[in-house]
């Protein structure tokens, strides 16, 4: 069963960046569709990013477009979310999801996705 490993996340203050890294336990990883989803206390999950799984298609949010990169590395089965400019409201646990298979254009839809990690903590203060 593919396991999902999220890491990179911290403190940071307004304007900041980090990097996510999301590892993957199997070899096959390239054939997954990844997407990035975040939530906020009080809040609902919200899909922010994805990426596909052979040409590399991404989406995003509006909120993050320009800040936010999704990529990744199928020899290093890690898919990384590259932040910057950060901003308090992006305040949140942030997960990786995967699926082998969807509609592209459903793909930050957060019930389209089988696999889970267990989500790492970002935090936008001064």
């Known amino acids: 069963q593919l396991q999902l490993v999220e890491s990179g996340g911290g403190l940071v203050q307004p304007g900041g960046s980090l990097r996510l890294s999301c590892a993957a336990s199997?070899?096959?990883?390239?054939?997954?569709?990844i997407g990035w989803f975040r939530q906020a206390p009080g809040k609902e999950r919200e899909g922010i990013s994805c990426i596909s799984s052979s040409r590399g298609r991404t989406n995003y949010v509006d909120s993050v477009k320009d800040r936010f990169t999704i990529s990744r590395d199928n020899a290093k089965n890690t898919v990384y979310l590259q932040m910057n400019s950060l901003k308090p409201e992006d305040t949140a646990v942030y997960y990786c999801a995967a699926v082998p298979t969807l509609l592209f254009n459903r793909c930050r839809s957060s019930n389209e996705y089988s696999y889970w990690g267990q989500g790492t903590q970002v935090t936008v203060s001064s």
């Open positions: 199997e070899f096959t990883f390239n054939y997954y569709t």
